[in-house]
C-alpha cells in the first residue's frame, strides 16, 4: 500500500512540475500565444470543443462529432480493404500465373506511403471524406492482399485433395475450402492492417 502510495506521489509530482515548466515557457518565451499556448489555454479550449465547438474552426462540430466522422472514414476504408484485399488474395493466389503477372506491379506501389498519394486523390476527389478513406483502404489493402496471396499458395494440398474428391467447382472450392482454411493467417492480417490503417487515419 505505502509503495502504490508513493507511486501515485511520483506521478503527482511529475505531472505537476512538467505543468509549471510549460506554463513558465509559454508565458515568458515570447512565442505567440496560438502556437504554444498555456497548459490552461489548452484545458479552455479543450472544454469548448467537447461542448460547443471550436470558435473560428472550419467546422463547428464537437469533439464527439469530430470522433464520430473520423470513425466512420476508418470503418469504411478499413472493410473495403479487408473485402477487396481478401477476394483478390484468394483469386490471385489460386491462380498463380495471373499473379506473377501482377506481383510486380504490387511490389513497386505497395511501398510507396499512402500518404504520398493524396495530392492525387484530392485533386481528382477534392477535399472531404473521400480522400481520408482512400488513404485508410491503401493503407490496409497490401498487407491483406499479400498475406492472403501468401496463404493459399502455402495452403496444404490435403484440402485440395478433399475438394477434387468431393468435386467441388472452382468457386466451390474457394469459398468452402481455400477461404476456412487460410482463415487463420487472413485473420492475422487483418490485425496487423489495422493497426497500419488506425495510424494513417490521423494522416487522412
Known amino acids: 500500500m505505502i509503495k502504490k502510495l508513493h507511486s501515485v506521489k511520483r506521478v503527482i509530482i511529475s505531472f505537476a512540475v512538467l505543468l509549471i515548466v510549460w506554463h513558465l515557457a509559454a508565458t515568458f518565451s515570447g512565442v505567440n500565444p496560438t502556437l504554444f499556448p498555456t497548459p490552461w489555454k489548452v484545458v479552455q479550449a479543450f472544454g469548448e470543443l467537447v461542448t460547443t465547438g471550436l470558435r473560428g474552426s472550419t467546422?463547428?462540430?464537437t469533439l464527439f462529432?469530430?470522433?464520430a466522422a473520423s470513425m466512420g472514414r476508418f470503418l469504411i476504408g478499413y472493410l473495403l480493404s479487408v473485402v477487396i484485399a481478401v477476394t483478390l488474395g484468394l483469386i490471385l493466389g489460386w491462380f498463380p500465373k495471373a499473379f506473377s503477372y501482377v506481383n510486380p506491379v504490387v511490389q513497386v506501389i505497395r511501398p510507396i506511403a499512402p500518404v504520398a498519394w493524396l495530392p492525387f486523390i484530392v485533386l481528382l476527389v477534392g477535399i472531404g471524406d473521400v480522400p481520408a478513406i482512400a488513404i485508410i483502404?491503401?493503407?490496409g489493402f497490401f498487407p491483406i492482399l499479400l498475406a492472403t496471396v501468401t496463404a493459399v499458395k502455402?495452403?496444404?494440398?490435403i484440402y485440395l485433395k478433399v475438394a477434387k474428391n468431393f468435386d467441388l467447382t472452382q468457386?466451390?472450392?474457394?469459398?468452402?475450402?481455400?477461404?476456412?482454411a487460410t482463415f487463420p493467417q487472413i485473420i492475422a492480417s487483418l490485425h496487423q492492417a489495422l493497426s497500419t490503417c488506425w495510424i494513417f487515419l490521423v494522416s487522412g
Request: proline share 9%; charged share 15%.
Open 59 to 61: 467546422s463547428n462540430a
Open 65 to 67: 462529432g469530430h470522433i
Open 171 to 180: 468457386r466451390e472450392t474457394l469459398t468452402k475450402i481455400v477461404f476456412p
Open 154 to 157: 502455402n495452403m496444404d494440398p
Open 137 to 139: 483502404f491503401i493503407a
